[in-house]
């Protein structure tokens, strides 16, 4: 079962971004720490835990693939991740490869409500409008070049994820750079979104999150002291401080617990 999408105000920046970026058929940079959750809301905005899925798997047509079709066509956006040592042919042979699969099922959609009729015809490839890299700093100079190519021959918009710095580096490349129209930085939880987030946290556990009990507030500094608003991170520790409380028979989440939770968390990294 796939878990509970949290939406947080970085969510919605991220996804206004991504559209105009799709919109405007440009190149953007989206960069922050690691684990604040850039992916998460990249492969949200892309639908790509249906579509990707969908795509990879690739088998026998069934009545229930109108809905996939559907997804991709509102989304019109492919989600990629290149390898560690990656070949820029092969990343080029893989995005044109999804390009095509997730065409495909834009032009199924496209023809269930009457917009297209007859045979196939014309590249596929063009109705995807986003294609979303993450991990960008694995690029290589080709690689980046490539893309840019893409971008120009086909106005194809292009979003580049990675780590705070990525768009200093790209300052070397001047082609891509003098392209790119937006660049988005995607920041930590804030205070008011980590108590949204923990909110639902402490339902999980079967519990109700009170700021004006002393044990809950305690409970809460001490998770946001450890987690600094990092999401990954907090999506961690949730596990371990279920862990300790069952083991320990506890029903309450106090400052110990979170910390006991941590301990075994660092040890376990």
């Not at 850039?38 to 088998?59: I, M, N, P, Q």
């Not at 390898?83 to 092969?90: A, G, I, T, Y």
């Not at 809460?220 to 520790?237: D, H």
Request: charged share 30%.
């Amino acid at each position: 079962m796939a878990r509970e999408f949290i939406i947080t105000k970085e969510h919605r920046r991220f996804k206004e971004f991504a559209t105009a970026v799709r919109k405007d058929k440009t190149i953007g940079i989206c960069h922050g720490e690691a684990g604040v959750g850039k992916t998460l809301s990249a492969r949200r905005y892309a639908h790509w835990d249906e579509v990707g899925t969908f795509v990879d798997e690739w088998g026998p047509r069934s009545e229930d693939d109108a809905k996939v079709h559907a997804t991709a066509h509102r989304s019109r956006t492919i989600f990629y991740t290149p390898e560690v040592l990656p070949r820029h042919k092969q990343i080029m042979t893989d995005i044109q490869h999804l390009q095509m699969r997730v065409g495909i099922c834009i032009d199924e959609h496209l023809r269930t409500i009457g917009k297209v009729t007859g045979f196939r015809v014309g590249d596929v490839t063009k109705l995807v409008e986003l294609v979303i890299i993450d991990e960008a700093e694995r690029l290589t100079p080709t690689s980046l070049e490539l893309l840019r190519d893409e971008h120009d021959r086909h106005e194809l918009a292009i979003i580049f994820i990675g780590m705070p710095g990525i768009d200093q580096r790209f300052r070397h490349y001047p082609q891509l750079y003098s392209r790119l129209g937006f660049s988005h930085i995607y920041r930590s939880l804030g205070r008011d979104e980590l108590l949204f987030v923990l909110e639902r946290q402490w339902k999980r556990l079967g519990v109700t999150l009170d700021m004006d009990d002393f044990t809950d507030a305690q409970a809460v500094a001490a998770i946001e002291r450890i987690t600094r608003g990092n999401f990954r991170l907090l999506e961690r520790l949730f596990p371990q401080i279920r862990r300790v409380m069952r083991i320990n028979q506890l029903e309450t989440v106090t400052d110990d617990v979170v910390e006991a939770a941590a301990s075994i968390l660092v040890i376990g990294n």
